[in-house]
């Protein structure tokens, strides 16, 4: 299926197929052998206080989160129902947030919801110990850029968005690329327009004119509700051969208004549940005709930030949605058949706990692996230590670079650069990534390895 691609149909409407995806494994931040995750659990309450407590379940939550013994029991209609439509097809209508009757977690579900936010803060407190935060957070937002695309459809990769960035070839002969830089740029036009707006619809169709602006797509009323009905199924099926049919237009409109006040409400959920039923109610209303999945993943990250919950964006769950697509689609349409919201919420929390620790531990080896390569140039390159030191940093803002641009952005000479970049090749710091003599590139891949990780 192609994501949120839109196809013509008759009568003006048009067809959306959406690909969302996942995931699980076993926690592995233990395997490192570090002290800081204790330092940066305490950092976290010492920081957050009452909003660290939000992460945990509480006894303040019966309202809306209760345990349960099992959770066998669902609901047919508990999230919506299906009504049929003039045209013969079946059209889904969610209901509004939280769930009625309300979540049930049983002991196994509470303490998962524990652990994910334990790892969620201490994630947080990790990132803050960094040399260089922002640093860090230029590559893992590039990581989930690349990522929350390949879901999409789009084919570039890591090493493509680098090189496109740093300017090393013609863009024009990559459209999947821009596509992937766009979806960076909808991420940091969305983080700086909260820092002074609310999170709102208005402000998500900004967001999504940026995301698909002037590529694939883009004919698909960029920054703008859909105003005809779309569908999810097989690239080429019919609105009467779909898995899923989103609720049509002026019911969809409900359902945002429903969505916007429920993420702005005083709710007494933990905040990991509420985003977990967002995106999931996000996903089912569809608003646009194309691009739903990709700001249907940055919603998490926007919720988590507004919430105080993250102070950088750091948790992003296309990985786990990749690998644990076929899963990612039950669960969502299991709650759509079945008022399934209990384990779609675990199954979210699941992808929370292992990304986050995933994502803790990679900024703990760019921590480890920053000093040992400053050592190493400072140790073999002499005279050079200098200079070898300024191209280092570069290579964390530039992991793919050619001599030119080390020689522009150091202000050091093209030879000295040229000779330069041949010394890091033998320390085993850059690598030459074309096999061609002339017009090489270089890739910092002991650091690029660091964020390699995909399906």
């Not at 090393?168 to 992937?180: I, P, Q, S, Y």
Request: a positive charge; aromatic letters at 10%.
């Amino acid at each position: 299926m192609i994501a949120g691609r839109a196809f013509p149909y008759v009568s003006g409407c048009a067809i959306a197929t959406s690909q969302p995806c996942g995931d699980g494994r076993r926690s592995i931040f233990n395997s490192v052998k570090i002290t800081a995750p204790i330092i940066v659990l305490i950092a976290c309450w010492r920081q957050y206080g009452r909003n660290f407590n939000s992460l945990l379940p509480s006894g303040n939550n019966k309202n809306h989160l209760t345990r349960a013994s099992n959770l066998s029991s669902t609901a047919i209609g508990r999230a919506g129902r299906y009504i049929s439509q003039p045209a013969g097809y079946r059209a889904f209508i969610p209901r509004s947030l939280p769930p009625d009757p309300p979540l049930q977690l049983d002991e196994t579900g509470h303490s998962l919801l524990s652990e994910a936010g334990i790892a969620l803060g201490r994630l947080d407190g990790s990132i803050q110990i960094l040399p260089d935060a922002d640093l860090f957070m230029y590559m893992f937002i590039r990581k989930e850029a690349v990522l929350s695309s390949q879901i999409e459809g789009t084919q570039s990769s890591l090493n493509d968005l680098l090189a496109a960035e740093a300017k090393l070839f013609g863009l024009h002969e990559r459209d999947d690329v821009w596509e992937v830089i766009n979806h960076v740029q909808a991420l940091n036009h969305g983080l700086e327009r909260l820092e002074t707006l609310p999170l709102s619809m208005r402000l998500i169709k900004e967001i999504h004119g940026v995301l698909i602006k002037d590529v694939r797509g883009s004919q698909y009323r960029p920054g703008e509700f859909r105003t005809s009905q779309n569908w999810i199924g097989a690239a080429g099926s019919t609105i009467n051969e779909a898995v899923f049919v989103p609720p049509p237009p002026h019911e969809m409109q409900t359902a945002l208004g429903e969505l916007e006040k429920f993420w702005h409400s005083m709710s007494d959920l933990p905040i990991l549940v509420k985003v977990a039923l967002v995106h999931a109610q996000f996903e089912t209303i569809h608003p646009f005709l194309d691009g739903n999945g990709r700001i249907g993943r940055l919603l998490v990250t926007f919720l988590l930030i507004i919430s105080r919950t993250l102070r950088k964006p750091a948790l992003f769950l296309s990985e786990y949605f990749i690998r644990r697509r076929d899963e990612y689609y039950l669960r969502l349409q299991a709650v759509r058949d079945e008022g399934a919201w209990e384990e779609w919420v675990m199954f979210f929390l699941r992808g929370v706990l292992q990304v986050s620790d995933q994502a803790a531990l990679a900024a703990a080896e760019v921590v480890a692996l920053r000093e040992e390569h400053r050592q190493k140039v400072t140790e073999n390159f002499g005279r050079s230590a200098a200079n070898g030191l300024r191209i280092l940093e570069l290579l964390y803002k530039f992991p793919v670079v050619n001599v030119n641009l080390v020689s522009r952005n150091t202000k050091i000479g093209f030879g000295p650069a040229n000779l330069l970049i041949a010394r890091f090749v033998e320390e085993g710091l850059l690598a030459e990534i074309t096999g061609n003599k002339r017009n090489r590139l270089f890739q910092y891949k002991p650091y690029t390895d660091l964020f390699a990780g995909g399906p």
